[in-house]
């Protein structure tokens, strides 16, 4: 898939997570720290929990590299990394209670420590605090730019909220006429828009004060995000536990129609396919171990995890083909070499 060494392009991809991750984190704990107590204890210090536990900062040093690409410093991108982060962490609050996930960065999920209406409260206020860094940009680049980023975010987030419609919508109907092109429209929407498209205009838009054509970032960043969220769903099947940080097999035990789940469901026998549907129909707490290990083992006969990998690699080769189009140019940096990797680490990550 391209020229790029995988070690060394896992290496400066690591490399500059930990770097820039660590100055949101700075920034973040500091932000977080900043806002009142009250709420004896429900709202404030709950909304630190999910970003204290860590997390790589993929979309705000994604978000940060591309400023700095495109001529920006770090410092014009650091409000809007930390609000992305924000962001990221509401959407994963939320996203746990409506999955009825159990585990998150290796530990109980919010809403199993603390209730589901706190944890929907907690990710509504952490919704509400993205908004003051955003808010903040017009300090440091002027109230258009800050008007211009907030736009590009409400495109990114409205989005979001449409592709986790879709995907909502496909288990509460029980859906399996599915195809790959259903999928990645609903990961265009539900991923690549805030996890890979909205840093790379947001980076791209602060670097050059808005004279960037954004709409050549589409194409990048949808090969990009959905390479990512297929290689994210293989990992909740085959990844290590303590590594992935959620639990293996989650998304099967959560209904979640994964690439690997349409490809069964168009291969499948008949009764079979009946059977996955009974199975996929069933609230939660049916879905016992033995019926996800059926559906598990039933992939392998298959080959539906293969598939994906196929697919997955074929996505990460377009979006380093488009970034090669469009960047090969600009002269070499740190930055420019980051992002050129990611399309490879994105696969070859635990």
Same mark, same amino acid.
């Given at each position: 898939?391209?020229?790029?060494?995988?070690?060394?392009?896992?290496?400066?991809?690591?490399?500059?997570?930990?770097?820039?991750?660590?100055?949101?984190?700075?920034?973040?704990?500091?932000?977080?720290?900043?806002?009142?107590?009250?709420?004896?204890?429900?709202?404030?210090?709950?909304?630190?929990?999910?970003?204290?536990?860590?997390?790589?900062?993929?979309?705000?040093?994604?978000?940060?590299?591309?400023?700095?690409?495109?001529?920006?410093?770090?410092?014009?991108?650091?409000?809007?990394?930390?609000?992305?982060?924000?962001?990221?962490?509401?959407?994963?609050?939320?996203?746990?209670?409506?999955?009825?996930?159990?585990?998150?960065?290796?530990?109980?999920? @919010?809403?199993?420590?603390?209730?589901?209406?706190?944890?929907?409260?907690?990710?509504?206020?952490?919704?509400?605090?993205?908004?003051?860094?955003?808010?903040?940009?017009?300090?440091?680049?002027?109230?258009? @730019?800050?008007?211009?980023?907030?736009?590009?975010?409400?495109?990114?987030?409205?989005?979001?909220?449409?592709?986790?419609?879709?995907?909502?919508?496909?288990?509460?109907?029980?859906?399996?006429?599915?195809?790959?092109?259903?999928?990645?429209?609903?990961?265009?929407?539900?991923?690549?828009?805030?996890?890979?498209?909205?840093?790379?205009?947001?980076?791209?838009?602060?670097?050059?004060?808005?004279?960037?054509?954004?709409?050549?970032?589409?194409?990048?960043?949808?090969?990009?995000?959905?390479?990512?969220?297929?290689?994210?769903?293989?990992?909740?099947?085959?990844?290590?536990?303590?590594?992935?940080?959620?639990?293996?097999?989650?998304?099967?035990?959560?209904?979640?129609?994964?690439?690997?789940?349409?490809?069964?469901?168009?291969?499948?026998?008949?009764?079979?396919?009946?059977?996955?549907?009974?199975?996929?129909?069933?609230?939660?707490?049916?879905?016992?171990?033995?019926?996800?290990?059926?559906?598990?083992?039933?992939?392998?006969?298959?080959?539906?995890?293969?598939?994906?990998?196929?697919?997955?690699?074929?996505?990460?080769?377009?979006?380093?083909?488009?970034?090669?189009? @469009?960047?090969?140019?600009?002269?070499?940096?740190?930055?420019?070499?980051?992002?050129?990797?990611?399309?490879?680490?994105?696969?070859?990550?635990?």
């Amino acid at each position: 898939m391209g020229s790029v060494d995988e070690a060394s392009s896992a290496r400066l991809v690591r490399g500059l997570l930990l770097e820039y991750g660590a100055i949101i984190q700075t920034r973040l704990r500091a932000f977080l720290d900043a806002r009142p107590g009250g709420s004896e204890g429900y709202l404030y210090d709950l909304a630190a929990d999910y970003p204290a536990r860590g997390g790589r900062c993929l979309r705000a040093t994604l978000c940060m590299a591309m400023a700095r690409l495109h001529g920006g410093s770090l410092e014009e991108a650091a409000n809007s990394a930390v609000a992305l982060e924000i962001l990221h962490n509401a959407f994963l609050v939320h996203d746990d209670v409506e999955d009825e996930s159990e585990e998150r960065r290796g530990r109980p999920t @919010m809403h199993l420590l603390h209730g589901v209406p706190i944890a929907v409260n907690v990710g509504d206020a952490l919704a509400v605090l993205s908004l003051r860094p955003l808010m903040d940009n017009r300090r440091s680049l002027g109230s258009r @730019m800050a008007l211009r980023i907030l736009e590009e975010t409400e495109r990114a987030a409205r989005e979001s909220v449409e592709g986790q419609a879709i995907e909502l919508k496909w288990r509460w109907q029980n859906s399996v006429d599915l195809d790959d092109t259903d999928y990645l429209t609903m990961i265009l929407k539900k991923t690549c828009w805030y996890t890979t498209i909205y840093p790379c205009r947001i980076g791209a838009l602060i670097g050059t004060r808005d004279r960037a054509p954004l709409d050549s970032l589409l194409r990048f960043g949808f090969f990009l995000g959905a390479a990512f969220q297929i290689q994210d769903d293989l990992l909740n099947l085959v990844g290590d536990h303590q590594d992935y940080g959620k639990e293996i097999a989650g998304d099967l035990a959560e209904g979640k129609r994964t690439l690997m789940i349409i490809r069964l469901c168009q291969l499948a026998s008949g009764k079979e396919r009946a059977r996955v549907r009974e199975i996929l129909g069933l609230p939660r707490a049916a879905r016992t171990a033995a019926v996800v290990r059926w559906i598990r083992e039933l992939m392998d006969e298959y080959g539906c995890v293969d598939y994906a990998r196929k697919v997955a690699h074929g996505l990460a080769g377009a979006a380093q083909h488009e970034f090669s189009q @469009m960047y090969s140019e600009l002269p070499d940096s740190r930055d420019k070499r980051f992002v050129e990797a990611l399309p490879t680490w994105v696969l070859s990550r635990a």
